[in-house]
């Protein structure tokens, strides 16, 4: 059964950059979108932008400034960067997987537990 | 960019009656791609129907999503204790894939 095990550093200062890996276990990166998305009280569940298996990258127009996407496939992770964080990026991070249904498109399937980010002077 | 308004905000009702949530958008959902979750508290989202109207995998058929266009809804029959959470919908035919504001099931 294919599981997403994401970690990455949960409290940052103003400035710092926001690093988090997602791991994909029990299965392969081909084939699929590769998705982070965030939760906060205040904006709710905002999708951050994805990878495809080759590499091909689509962000948010609201946060691509500060972002990047990135695989390592030989360890089947992917990464999540942002740069010069605010209080505004704290949140609770999750990472997803999209999947291809004929009829029903590229629908958001599968999901990590989620990380909690909090930026704090 | 597509926005997804949901309501009500809160709906309060007992186990065994059945549920009606709404999400409208902006805009015309492409190829009718909405998808609904289920949150729980620590939890991340559950996805329950994708496509407008078919169930995710171990999906009770309790719960079922219709609608098209601009105007989707997710209903549940006959509600059960688990199923008093926060219910979200989401469009994925257009990026950035926006997701709506959360319709809150409480027990009454």
């Known amino acids: 059964q294919v599981q997403l095990q994401q970690w990455g550093a949960g409290l940052l200062t103003p400035s710092e950059t926001l690093s988090l890996t997602c791991a994909v276990s029990?299965?392969?990166?081909?084939?699929?979108?590769w998705s982070w998305i965030r939760q906060s009280p205040g904006k709710g569940l905002e999708w951050i932008g994805e990878i495809d298996h080759s590499g091909g990258t689509y962000y948010n127009p609201s946060l691509k400034s500060r972002v990047s996407i990135s695989l390592e496939m030989s360890r089947t992770q992917f990464l999540l960067k942002v740069t010069s964080v605010t209080a505004a990026d704290t949140a609770v991070y999750y990472c997803?997987?999209?999947?291809?249904?004929?009829?029903?498109?590229?629908?958001?399937?599968?999901w990590g537990r989620g990380t909690l980010v909090s930026v704090s002077s | 960019e597509i926005v997804l308004t949901q309501s009500p905000g809160t709906l309060s009702l007992s186990p065994g009656e059945g549920a009606t949530l709404s999400c409208r958008a902006s805009?015309?959902?492409?190829?009718?791609?909405l998808a609904w979750y289920q949150q729980k508290p620590g939890q991340a989202p559950r996805l329950l129907i994708y496509g407008a109207s078919t169930r995710a995998t171990d999906i009770p058929d309790r719960f079922s999503g219709g609608g098209s266009g601009t105007d989707f809804t997710l209903s549940i029959i006959r509600l059960e204790p688990e199923d008093f959470a926060v219910y979200y919908c989401q469009q994925y035919g257009r990026s950035p894939y926006a997701f709506g504001q959360g319709t809150k099931l409480e027990i009454k």
């Open positions: 029990g299965g392969s990166f081909r084939g699929y979108y």
């Open positions: 997803a997987r999209r999947e291809r249904d004929a009829a029903a498109g590229w629908y958001f399937a599968l």
């Open positions: 805009q015309t959902v492409s190829s009718n791609y």
